[in-house]
Every structure is written in C-alpha cells, then in structure tokens.
C-alpha cells in the first residue's frame, strides 16, 4: 500500500496495483474495496510506485490523486487525476497528459496548493515534471526542470510561503566517472508558484549513492525536513561489492541550507552478513517531534538472502532518539524467508499510529499488505516494548461508600505498553487505555467500583498488558446500606497535580475541578523572576520546560476560585 487516512469509521488504504482503495474499520475489518480503471476498458492502470500521500485530502472534503495508464506501447504512457467524494465514490477520472513516441511521462504524486488547486509531480522522459490543475483537474501549466541527458525526478512537494519545494532524485550532480546506480542523489528544488526553478540542492556524497527521497514534512514556518540514505563506503567482501549506509534526518532552512542533520546507526558487517536500516518515511507530531518508520534487515553476502523487518524511531523536537521500536521481527514461528516492509503511516485520534507496508515471503508467489496499530509510545501490544516494569497503585479511595452506588478509586499506573485492562475485584471497570503522551509518566485515573455487598470489604485493583503481564493493589473500604440517599465521597481533596517533578521536557498541570474563568500558570526562578506564563482553560495542560536551566522553579496556579504554590525540579 502507499497511502493511510484516517477517516471517522476507520482508515482509508491506497493500495498497489488496480489503483485499488480499501475502506477497513478500527479493528481492520475490510468494510469495502474500489478499484478505478480507464473507462475505455483498453488500458491496464497503476499508481506510480511505492510513494506515501500518493492519495490526498483537498480543502473540499475530497480526495485526490495521480497516476500512470499504460500496456506497453509506444505510446503507451497516460498520465491521469483521479478524484473521490467524501464517500470515496469516483467524480471523475481526467487524461492530463499523453506519452508521444520519444517520451514518457509519468506522475508519482500529487498534493494540495494554498490556493485548493492540485499540483502532480513525476518526469517526463529524464527531466522532471510539474503539472498544475484547478480543483476539476482542468490543465493549467506543466513545467520540465533539468532538460538533457541526465535523468530526474520529483517523487512529493508541498508549498511554503510563495513557493514549492520538490524533493525526488537526479543523476546529474555525479561525475562523468561515476556510472550506473551509484550516480544517484537526493534531490530537492525550490520553484515560484509557476514551477520555475529558483535553487536547487542534491544532498551527501556525489561520488557515492544518496538515494532518492520520498517523503518531507514543514516543521515551522521556515524549516521542511526529510529522511534520506547516506552512504559512507563500498566494500569489496568474496568478490561482491556491497554499500555500507547510514539513514539520517536532514532539516532545511527555506533556502535549502542544511539546519540540522542526525543519523542513525549505519550499516555493519558481523561476520559473511550486513545489517542495516532504511527509513521511508517520517509523521511530525503536534509537538514538533517525529515518528520515522522503515525496515531493518540484513542480507547473507554469500547468498544475498536475509530478513527484514518493520521498525519506528521516536525523534523529539530536539533531535534526541527516544525509543526504538521493531515490528514483526524474526522469532520463533516466523519464517526465515518472511521479509517486512513499512512504507506509509498515519497519525491516529487517540494520538497513536498506524503503519503499512509489504510483507514478502520467498516461498511465495505473491506479496500481502500489512498494518500495524500502536499506542501514542508506538508500541503494538505484542513484543515490541519493554522499557518499564509493570506497576500499580492506588493513590486514594474512599473510607465509606454505598451499597449499589458506583464508587471511585484514584490509581495511577505504568508499563511496557497500552492498551490496558483495569479489573476492580475481577470486572473489566476500564477498557482500552493508552498513554497520553510518553514515557516515563503514569497514568493517572480514576477507576469505578461497584459494591453489591455490605461491610468492610478488600477491593483489589488490577492492571493488565496486552501481553497478559498483570499488576495488583489492594484497599479496605466499609460498605454500608445508605438507602435511598447517598453519602458524600470527599476524599479528593487536591485539586492541583504538577507532574512529572523532576521535570526533563515536558510539566504537566492538571486541574481536577470545572473551569468555568481562565487560569494563569506563572512559573518563576528562585529569585522571582517569571521565565513562563501561560492562560488556559484546559483541565490539563502541558508546558515545554525543554529550554529552562536546569534548578529549582516556583509555579503558581492562580484563578478559578484557585491559587496553588508548587515547586518543581527541572533536570
């Protein structure tokens, strides 16, 4: 597949190969699958290669896309736009240009303008190709960049301020020397809103393959990021030559400077294999960190055989890894011929993700497309996570409750991953819940408990992982029969939490009461100083401490009928 959306029932799949969209549920049921086609009936069609977003939403509650009809001849190539109601029903299917017999033309994506208009980008023969449409997929212009010999191409682009950014490859930036695949670069090229050229960039060693990117995301105003393979040496092992890579986040500025740059963990021999990772894709999260995801594998140099598998890397806004994730890895009762690949994701609503990709068995003759559904830490419920012990507590609980009235107990717990189970003496009180943000904060909630019994009574709650793993706490409340009234559980008597104290990037401030005024949040140094002030009206609140000196602070909590003093430590 090379596109996910999210929709309201369930998410929306591009998949390869009969231009095919899949409608799944939450739960990946197939709820229907369409396929559009040439309505001559003469033409085989595809979507142009494995390339995230080649399917996207407009301004207009719609969906567009763009692709390639052929069957062979030489003037086989249609390049064509294709758009859906909100339904996914096909509006229209529209020839946009047609190969003659010296050139073909082909487009690998498309996306929205500023304006709501569609912008497709591919080649065309071996320059680079940019066709703009209005939102009928009516021609307007198309433009060619880097004419000649040389071959190029645009694979994504978006529009910044009053111009686009192209990104795809070219061999044009390599020595006359260097020959075959290995003349390759990443490529991107900042044009006017007309598809001129004004700058362009190829990205790392032209004397070695870069590769092609696929993917870039805007950061803020000025900055676009993309995820692209560097290579660092060839190596000649038993006659075979094989590259050595490293995969790395390249940051721009607006004039296609390099920002910032990190890397991942190159490529390594161990013994007659190599290891490596190739990142296809990054997700930017409302909190300026990324989510890249891809395949880790590694290949036998005397058999070219190996394994691969999906995996996902946590970068936060200050490009720290946080957390490294496999999925489907190589275990007992998987194939050895099994490989993985992920190529496309989304961001879901209860802030977690969901990935797809290939999986391919060499035993087989056809491949499968996959999903995988994580929580916001991005780990799948199976084997993918273990960076916390399971652990349970109950903060606070009532002394005294009534017989048939619903109770609540204040508990706070951690683990390896969500979902989580919460059982109050053996029944499901809560289903189905994640983590709000990440590692290493608790959950903090409050669980019902039901008593049908009067008299003191030990009340166990008790956590469970998808992997069965559970965690116990246990305490003792008097049951009484209130008849038709109900007694008065006061036992919350803080309004106010502040966590996690100490504090690295993230403070959390949680208001357990009706916001009906606004509050101020003042944080201050130790002299008095204000460093921090923000107004809000959400129950919780997240404040970015990431750039405060390490130390002692004041925050003070002041409105609502509240006025709070707290400290905390920021590490």
């Known amino acids: 597949m090379h596109t996910i959306l999210p929709t309201d029932s369930g998410y929306i799949l591009g998949l390869h190969g009969g231009m095919g969209i899949c409608l799944i549920d939450l739960q990946a049921n197939i709820k229907w699958i369409k396929t559009y086609y040439d309505p001559t009936g003469t033409w085989a069609s595809y979507t142009g290669g494995a390339n995230p977003n080649a399917l996207n939403s407009t301004n207009h509650n719609t969906f567009i896309a763009g692709g390639t009809m052929q069957n ?22 529209k020839l946009l240009l047609q190969d003659t017999v010296t050139t073909n033309n082909y487009v690998n994506n498309s996306f929205v303008n500023n304006s709501g208009n569609y912008v497709f980008v591919g080649h065309s023969g071996n320059s680079a190709l940019i066709i703009q449409t209005d939102t009928n997929s009516n021609f307007i212009d198309s433009s060619l960049i880097l004419k000649g010999n040389e071959v190029s191409w645009f694979n994504a682009g978006l529009q910044m301020g009053n111009s686009y950014y192209l990104f795809g490859g070219t061999y044009c930036y390599a020595p006359v020397q260097i020959t075959g695949f290995d003349r390759l670069d990443g490529w991107v090229v900042k044009t006017n809103l007309q598809g001129n050229e004004l700058i362009s960039a190829a990205f790392g060693n032209s004397l070695l393959q870069d590769g092609e990117i696929n993917n870039c995301k805007i950061i803020n105003g000025n900055k676009l990021a993309f995820v692209s393979n560097k290579s660092l040496e060839k190596l000649a092992i038993s006659a075979w030559i094989k590259m050595v890579f490293k995969t790395g986040l390249t940051i721009l500025n607006d004039d296609l400077t390099i920002n910032k740059e990190i890397y991942f963990k190159p490529s390594e021999f161990i013994g007659d294999s190599m290891f490596f990772i190739d990142v296809t894709n990054l997700l930017l999260n409302n909190d300026s960190s990324f989510i890249l995801f891809g395949t880790q594998g590694s290949i036998n140099i005397n058999s070219t055989i190996g394994n691969k598998n999906g995996f996902a890397v946590k970068v936060n806004k200050k490009l720290q890894i946080k957390y490294f994730r496999k999925y489907l890895y190589l275990q007992s009762g998987i194939p050895q011929s099994l490989n993985v690949y992920l190529h496309c994701g989304s961001i879901t609503n209860d802030n977690g993700y969901i990935l797809g990709g290939m999986v391919s068995d060499l035993n087989l003759s056809s491949d499968k497309s996959w999903l995988i559904k994580t929580d916001s830490l991005g780990c799948d419920g199976f084997h993918s996570c273990d960076d916390t012990t399971l652990v349970c507590q109950i903060l606070n609980a009532p002394d005294t409750v009534c017989k048939n009235d619903t109770s609540w107990l204040q508990v706070k717990f951690k683990g390896r991953s969500a979902p989580y189970f919460i059982y109050a003496n053996n029944t499901l009180a809560l289903d189905s819940v994640y983590y709000p943000y990440t590692l290493p904060l608790w959950i903090d909630t409050l669980v019902p408990y039901y008593p049908i019994t009067t008299g003191l009574q030990q009340v166990i709650i008790k956590v469970n992982d998808p992997w069965g793993w559970n965690r116990t706490d246990t305490v003792q409340i008097f ?40 509050v101020s949040i003042t944080i201050y140094d130790m002299q008095g100083k204000v460093v921090k002030q ?22 003070r909590i002041y409105g609502n009928g509240l006025n709070c003093n707290e400290r905390f430590v920021k590490l």
């Open 479 to 518: 049951v009484k029969n209130c008849g038709a009234g109900n007694i008065e559980e006061a036992w919350y008597p803080k309004k106010v939490e502040i966590y996690p104290n100490p504090a690295t990037n993230e403070l959390h401030v949680k208001i357990r009461s009706v916001i009906a005024t606004p």
């Open 534 to 555: 923000i107004t809000t009206k959400l129950n919780e609140t997240v404040i970015d401490v990431s750039e405060l000196e390490s130390g002692v602070y004041g925050i």
């Open 72 to 93: 062979g001849g030489p003037t086989a190539n249609k390049v064509f736009s294709v758009k859906y109601s909100s339904t996914f029903d096909t509006l229209f299917l």
